[in-house]
């Protein structure tokens, strides 16, 4: 397991919300630590948006890189059409618990269960595929790249293990890539699923493509490989636990259950699951509706998360005091309210020792968009705050310290 004790030292300033990614400082020990971002992500940032507030302008109009966008695009359905499938079977069992005390079967365990091409009970095609990808991925300069990234030589494959660049985004190479996690999609806007932006699909009144999650991108057969060990603590925080409950039932559509369900189909069980909300909701309603395998790991704080560092009812203070750098830790921020939202979010980007503690991190970061007036507010309203391009550079920075930062929806 990655020790990010080791990789990383961030300094801390203290500066205003708008210049506040560009002042956390990033230094990585050696190069195998360093957060390789993709192209069309970088582009963004570096154009800052064009200084617009669209979400659809990188989408809509000629750029270096839109023709990459919309073949990563294309792309992403082919990736959601096999994820989907690892959905439709049981939960795959917990992968700590397969692996042997000398982890010599952790190759055979991680193509099994966790590659997003293994899918248990289908025929697995890996083999003719990655052959037939190799031939067209010829280019030296990819191959000196791919062998950086990965830390072997490709004339391993398809020997080797599996991929995502290759087996799923080998036309538009549009995925980032952080050597604590594996490939993840860019950092682009609308800060969401794609779809929304494309021709036809501008009257966002239903929200329909906005709550769509098939654009996250995790990297489970890279963190079986390198991250999960026999005795780490997995836990899942939730920050804003709307569960929609109804009686004795829940909504089990709710992005975070979906989200659970999802790191339990690729073999990542969570032994703690710690839910913050506000709403009042008694505690024996919560436990009747929530799913049978949510019962035992689920800890019910229903009281306001707290935004003041170092208060007992902030969820950070409970991590800092509870786990360490060797745990697995997944959080999930999205309480809709920016005056408790974003000092726990600030308190991420700049603190490194949370940033030690936490793996991947989820966030609905309200911005000025114009697509998304409608559930976010007008430009001036308090419940939207910085721009597209800040953001950007927020969660980016969140990966060059070592922590997966995904857009939640």
């Not at 050696?30 to 069309?40: E, G, H, L």
Request: proline residues 5%; hydrophobic residues 35%; glycine residues 4%.
């Amino acid at each position: 397991a990655y020790n990010k004790r080791k990789h990383y030292q961030i300094s801390k300033m203290k500066c205003s919300f708008s210049a506040l990614a560009s002042f956390i400082v990033v230094s990585a020990v050696n190069v195998q630590s360093q957060y390789i971002p993709a192209k069309a992500e970088q582009h963004v940032i570096d154009i800052k948006n064009n200084n617009s507030n669209s979400g659809c302008l990188i989408w809509n109009q000629e750029s270096p890189v839109r023709n990459d966008l919309e073949l990563w695009r294309n792309e992403l359905h082919q990736y959601t059409n096999q994820m989907n499938k690892k959905t439709q079977t049981d939960f795959v069992p917990d992968l700590r618990r397969l692996f042997n005390d000398d982890y010599s079967n952790r190759e055979e365990v991680c193509r099994k269960y966790a590659d997003a091409n293994s899918v248990v009970g289908l025929v697995d095609t890996m083999a003719e595929n990655t052959l037939q990808k190799l031939e067209s991925f010829s280019d030296p300069k990819t191959v000196e790249l791919k062998q950086s990234l990965r830390g072997r030589n490709l004339s391993e494959a398809p020997n080797a293990s599996s991929n995502l660049m290759e087996d799923f985004f080998n036309g538009s190479q549009q995925l980032s890539y952080l050597p604590t996690q594996g490939y993840m999609e860019p950092l682009v806007p609308p800060l969401r699923h794609p779809d929304m932006c494309q021709p036809g699909r501008t009257d966002f009144s239903d929200g329909q493509y906005m709550a769509l999650m098939d654009y996250l991108i995790e990297d489970y057969g890279h963190i079986c490989r390198n991250v999960l060990t026999k005795n780490m603590r997995t836990v899942f925080l939730d920050i804003g636990a709307r569960y929609k409950f109804d009686g004795h039932k829940t909504d089990v559509q709710a992005a975070a259950i979906k989200t659970i369900e999802k790191y339990r189909h690729n073999g990542i069980h969570f032994d703690h699951i710690y839910a913050y909300e506000v709403q009042e909701v008694k505690t024996e309603a919560v436990y009747d509706a929530v799913p049978d395998h949510m019962q035992g790991p689920l800890h019910w704080v229903n009281i306001p998360a707290s935004p003041e560092e170092d208060h007992k009812h902030n969820p950070w203070t409970m991590l800092l005091e509870s786990y360490h750098p060797e745990d697995f830790i997944v959080v999930k921020l999205d309480i809709d309210t920016p005056s408790v939202e974003m000092p726990l979010f600030n308190q991420l980007l700049t603190n490194p020792e949370l940033q030690k503690l936490v793996d991947v991190f989820y966030f609905e970061h309200h911005v000025k968009m114009d697509e998304m007036k409608k559930f976010w507010g007008d430009h001036s309203s308090i419940n939207s705050k910085g721009t597209i391009t800040e953001s950007l550079e927020m969660f980016q920075s969140l990966r060059k310290a070592g922590v997966a930062a995904h857009y939640w929806i």
